[in-house]
């Protein structure tokens, strides 16, 4: 399910890619590579820590607070 309090398409995941194949087909069922995205799929958890979101980033690389990642 999508989440609508971020500024693009954000969904819940039980849990990140493993491994480099999976992080491929993840990205690719996210259509990653479609979007214009210039850094391509991300897994982190939510900003709470309560859930992992996966999602296609728009920007060079996400803004992580430092000691939170």
């Known amino acids: 399910m999508m989440?609508?309090?971020y500024r693009f398409?954000?969904?819940s995941v039980a849990s990140?890619?493993?491994n480099p194949?999976?992080?491929t087909n993840a990205s690719n069922r996210r259509n990653c590579s479609l979007s214009g995205s210039k850094n391509g799929y991300l897994c982190l958890p939510?900003?709470?820590?309560t859930s992992l979101?996966?999602?296609c980033?728009?920007?060079v690389r996400p803004m992580v607070q430092a000691?939170?990642?």
């Open 3 to 5: 989440d609508k309090k």
């Open 9 to 11: 398409s954000v969904f």
């Open 16 to 18: 990140c890619p493993s």
């Open 21 to 23: 194949s999976d992080w």
């Open 46 to 49: 939510n900003q709470e820590k």
């Open 53 to 55: 979101l996966e999602f």
């Open 57 to 59: 980033y728009d920007e």
């Open 67 to 69: 000691g939170k990642a």
